[in-house]
């Protein structure tokens, strides 16, 4: 049972591939010894970076599968976190690829969650102005979102994100048996992307996490439902990635639920809701104001309310959550263009739309409603 999905992008496609078990095979996929894979024309070298944490589950894993490829390895660890995220720590990758000696021919390998993947990920875009990079993402959000798209980067004092290039991956390796060992939270957090792409992008994802009896941890998914989901999921990234690399228009509609979502996430310290659990009542906000407006029923928006729930997320604002601060804080969003607030909602189930026309008036009651 594997998946392979090309994201067709002119002069730097590349597969994602999905595979139980694949870790074992990296080496192969990458120089195209595994069985369907596209050789990635590198040279010997290879860095792996890592943090400790992922590195204790997985590391020797991949790293003897590299080697059995033929690749010379090295590997680095970064600390754990997104605190972490940082240009004192890319420093430190830039000064492994010194030590070993990278040339324009090799690889690094980002072997983890989402925060790995963005800074190996701008290490490799920057390094010799620019490497081959393999994502290895070891989180469902890492799987599902950060690992295909080629954003990548790291935080500056002021804001997440703000230092970071488009350089998309060579390869994109998910093994969904790595997210055994994932914390609960983690994964919850990451069911709401997935949910997200069944609102935004396919409805048939929509309808067949409609008819699981659980989706708030991976115990409860059988290996098929998984797969389902991991390879749905990438689809309809990869899906929107190739008809909008750079974000012009359309890519934004992924910034679903994350408009009133990154209000939640600043004004609550990053710490008590998490991105995920953000984006959930983000999203339930978003789909609120889809109706009022007229553009979604009631009965798609209650449905999407109930999956949410399923996944074990939250639908309410925090109760000390100042609405004031909540409606500022959008006019100071990134994704905010011309002093507009820019909104993507939904309009049916599997489709969605950007707008500017979302003014305060049509949010605050929206917002009352969901404290
Ligand atoms: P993360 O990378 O911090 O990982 C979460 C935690 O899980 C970490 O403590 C990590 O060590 C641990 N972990 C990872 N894999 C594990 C495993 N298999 N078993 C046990 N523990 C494991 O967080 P994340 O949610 O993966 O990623 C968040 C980051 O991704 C943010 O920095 C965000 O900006 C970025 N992001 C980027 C994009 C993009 O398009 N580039 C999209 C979404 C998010
Ligand atoms: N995570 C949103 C994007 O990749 O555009």
Not at 69 to 92: C, I, N, R, S, Y
Request: include cysteine; aromatic fraction near 6%.
């Amino acid at each position: 049972m594997k998946s392979v999905i090309t994201v067709p992008l002119p002069q730097r496609a590349y597969n994602i591939v999905i595979a139980p078990g694949g870790l074992d095979y990296l080496g192969a996929w990458m120089t195209g010894e595994a069985e369907a894979a596209a050789p990635l024309k590198l040279g010997k070298k290879v860095l792996l970076v890592s943090n400790p944490v992922v590195f204790g589950h997985y590391g020797q894993r991949a790293i003897a599968s590299l080697e059995q490829a033929g690749f010379e390895v090295a590997h680095h660890l970064v600390p754990d976190g997104e605190q972490h995220k940082t240009l004192e720590t890319l420093q430190t990758i830039y000064d492994a690829a010194l030590a070993h000696r990278l040339e324009r021919s090799s690889c690094l390998v980002a072997l983890g969650g989402g925060v790995i993947g963005d800074m190996t990920g701008f290490a490799a875009a920057t390094w010799m102005r620019g490497l081959a990079v393999v994502q290895v993402p070891t989180t469902l959000l890492a799987m599902v979102d950060a690992s295909i798209g080629g954003k990548t980067g790291v935080n500056h004092p002021q804001g997440k994100n703000l230092i970071g290039a488009f350089h998309q991956p060579s390869l994109v390796l998910i093994d969904p048996q790595v997210l055994r060992s994932l914390p609960v939270r983690e994964f919850r957090a990451a069911m709401a992307e997935v949910i997200k792409y069944g609102v935004i992008w396919d409805q048939g994802l929509f309808e067949a996490l409609e008819a699981c009896d659980r989706l708030d941890a991976i115990e409860h998914l059988s290996d098929d439902l998984l797969q389902m989901i991991l390879t749905h999921s990438a689809q309809a990234k990869a899906d929107v990635v190739a008809q909008d690399e750079r974000e012009g228009n359309l890519r934004a509609i992924l910034n679903y639920g994350h408009t009133v979502g990154h209000a939640v996430e600043s004004l609550t310290g990053y710490t008590q809701v998490n991105h995920g659990e953000a984006v959930a009542i983000g999203m339930v906000a978003a789909g609120e104001v889809a109706v009022r407006l007229g553009w979604w029923s009631q009965d798609a928006c209650d449905r999407q309310q109930r999956l949410i729930e399923k996944a074990g997320l939250p639908t309410r604002l925090p109760a000390e959550l100042d609405l004031d601060a909540v409606l500022e804080s959008l006019t100071a969003d990134k994704k905010v263009k011309a002093g507009k607030v820019r909104f993507a909602l939904p309009q049916g189930l599997g489709k969605a739309e950007i707008t500017d026309q979302v003014t305060r008036e049509v949010l605050r009651p929206v917002l009352e409603a969901l404290r």
